[in-house]
């Protein structure tokens, strides 16, 4: 099968996590940011996550360096537009890209030029490829919670118009969706959708929580509602998708290998789940690769892919034209 030529859908990627190693070497010597050196393969090495890690937060660590270089409109527009670039070429054909425009002011760029910048990199590559896109923007669970109606509101002015969701990420705590709860109403009540990262470390009832509490309509990872019976009772019934990211959630140990991913049991009871990159450099993958793991390890047929295919554009935050011109290309 050819893997590269499927139509595809990414609904979980993270801008900071799949920026170009060159572009951080290009834009730190434009910009005058220092780096830890300035040979490819030194920055890769800094950018991509073991194969397997000892937990999410070493994982985490990948992205200190991105950020350094996407503090300016010129960066942020520049690496927005070379991810979109990057799956376009792949054949994905719908992305939806999130990020934490918090971690991107310290060089003085207001929260509404951050924004700007992410949405006109993206509009960019939509003009020159055949991909649609879209943003979500997430608020990072530890980070001090007196600057989130902030972000809210800045990305109000792109409701449907590049932005299109919010999101809880960063390392993952037991209960953390109690302290968002006025803040998700808050986003909901200006027009964003909502996906929540949870049930990614061990933590199914996190994932009840996202869905009960902030209103989730897709969740992050989700994995863990394997073992937690309400909590898988209730995705399923909701019709809530999850979001499944099988190389990283290897390499954070969320699941021991591939073959002990929960993808195909929730596929196969129903459960809906889609492929996704999560962060294509961190990661070190392609939807491409993706795509290609799971239907070699889970044995899925072509027909089967165009059903998860679907599950992804019908559980997307993308406009009804563009859901309906995504479902022509089902096979």
């Known amino acids: 099968m050819n893997y590269l030529n ?16 060159q572009s951080v070497i290009d834009i730190a010597q434009q ?23 000892q937990n999410l937060d070493e994982y985490l660590t990948r992205f200190e360096l991105p950020l350094s270089v996407m503090q300016t409109a010129a960066g942020i527009e520049r690496i927005s537009f070379e991810v979109f670039e990057d799956a376009a070429k792949e054949n994905v054909k719908y992305l939806e890209v999130r990020f934490a425009p918090l971690l991107h002011l310290q060089s003085g760029l207001t929260l509404e030029q951050v924004i700007s910048s992410a949405v006109k990199g993206m509009k960019r590559a939509e ?3 055949d991909i649609k896109g879209n943003f979500i923007l997430s ?9 989130v109606n902030e972000v809210i509101d800045a990305g109000a002015n792109f409701i449907n118009d590049g ?13 953390f969706c109690q302290g968002f709860v006025p803040h998700a109403e808050y986003a909901v009540k200006k027009g964003y959708r909502v996906t929540i990262h949870a049930g990614e470390q061990g933590v199914g009832q996190n994932v009840y929580d ?20 309400e909590a898988y009772d209730l995705t399923k019934s909701t019709s809530v998708a999850l979001e499944s ?25 129903g459960v809906l789940i889609t492929i996704n ?55």
Request: aromatic share 6%.
């Open 6 to 21: 499927l139509p595809k859908i990414d609904l979980h990627c993270h801008l900071d996590g799949s920026v170009r190693p």
């Open 139 to 147: 608020i990072i669970r530890n980070m001090p919670k007196d600057r």
């Open 127 to 129: 003009s020159q490829y």
């Open 163 to 175: 932005v299109v969701a919010f999101d809880l990420a960063g390392s993952e705590l037991p209960g």
């Open 210 to 229: 996202a869905i009960s509490l902030l209103g989730a309509e897709r969740i992050g990872h989700g994995i863990d509602i394997k073992t937690h019976k």
């Open 245 to 269: 990211c099988p190389t990283s959630n290897v390499q954070t140990k969320a699941v021991d290998s591939l073959s002990q991913h929960p993808f195909s049991e929730f596929h196969k009871d």
């Open 31 to 53: 910009q005058n940011v220092p780096l830890p050196s300035h040979d490819l393969t030194d920055i890769q090495s800094l950018m991509v996550a073991p194969d397997t890690c």
């Open 277 to 331: 990159t999560d962060n294509r450099t961190v990661s070190n993958t392609t939807m491409t690769d993706e795509v290609r793991k799971v239907m070699q390890e889970f044995k899925l047929s072509r027909k089967e892919y165009f059903e998860i295919y679907k599950v992804s554009v019908e559980h997307s935050f993308a406009s009804e034209s563009v859901k309906r011109q995504l479902l022509t290309l089902v096979e």
